[in-house]
T-cell receptor
Framework: DAGVTQSPTHLIKTRGQQVTLRCSPK?????VSWYQQALGQGPQFIFQ???????QRGNFPDRFSGHQFPNYSSELNVNALLLGDSALYLC?????????????FGPGTRLTVT | DAKTTQPPSMDCAEGRAANLPCNHS???????VYWYRQIHSQGPQYIIH???NNETNEMASLIITEDRKSSTLILPHATLRDTAVYYC???????????????FGKGTKLSVKP
């Protein structure tokens, strides 16, 4: 079992550009959540996808959007990048009927906006 | 979800027990205490959780005070690989309408020294 995988590992973008990050959930999981982790801070919840729909959203602007595919994999899109979007973006997968202790995180994508 | 307070950093000698405290004085009766850790450049990893009884697994022990207002995570024989940021999170045990929404603070940076 490969666990949760994310791509790319690192990414450098210029302010104003758009970026797409990808996540493959742990085998058997049907739910994907995305978190943003700024340097020195804990992860902050962005949104969660289940059955190809956004089910819950944290306090993030509409520039952050996502998608879930029929195979449960997911993408996070960020438009009009700002310097403040530089962070580690974490994907976590779980079962919709599971509990917080059953959420598995990927290694993250490090995004640098210059 | 209840707010938690943790010391920003702690040191521990290799081979000794690491005791990480967490205050959660506003915890509700149906809220569990969860512990996650994040090793540098990796995603958070679930360690243990409990409601009111002390819990032990292969990774750690969790001691919850009788009034449930604080808890301690114990790593019985810390190794260099236990150097990480440890997060204490308080929330309901099942996802319900807020699945995926783990609220992380800044955690405690534990440094295990040889």
């Amino acid at each position: 079992d490969a666990g949760v995988t994310q791509s790319p590992t690192h990414l450098i973008k210029t302010r104003g550009q758009q970026v797409t990050l990808r996540c493959s959930p742990k085998s058997g999981h049907d739910t994907v959540s995305w978190y943003q982790q700024a340097l020195g801070q804990g992860p902050q919840f962005i949104f969660q996808y289940y059955e190809e729909e956004e089910r819950q959203r944290g306090n993030f602007p509409d520039r952050f959007s996502g998608h879930q595919f029929p195979n449960y994999s997911s993408e996070l899109n960020v438009n009009a990048l700002l310097l403040g979007d530089s962070a580690l973006y974490l994907c976590a997968s779980s079962l919709i009927a599971g509990g917080p202790h059953e959420q598995y995180f990927g290694p993250g994508t490090r995004l640098t906006v210059t | 979800d209840a707010k938690t307070t943790q010391p920003p950093s702690m040191d521990c000698a290799e081979g000794r027990a690491a005791n990480l405290p967490c205050n959660h004085s506003t915890i509700s009766g149906n809220e569990y205490v969860y512990w996650y850790r994040q090793i540098h450049s990796q995603g958070p990893q679930y360690i243990i959780h409990g409601l009111k009884n002390n819990e032990t697994n292969e990774m750690a022990s969790l001691i919850i005070t009788e009034d449930r207002k604080s808890s301690t995570l114990i790593l019985p024989h810390a190794t260099l690989r236990d150097t990480a940021v440890y997060y204490c999170i308080v929330r309901v045990g099942r996802y319900g309408g807020s699945q995926g929404n783990l609220i992380f603070g800044k955690g405690t940076k534990l440094s295990v020294k040889p």
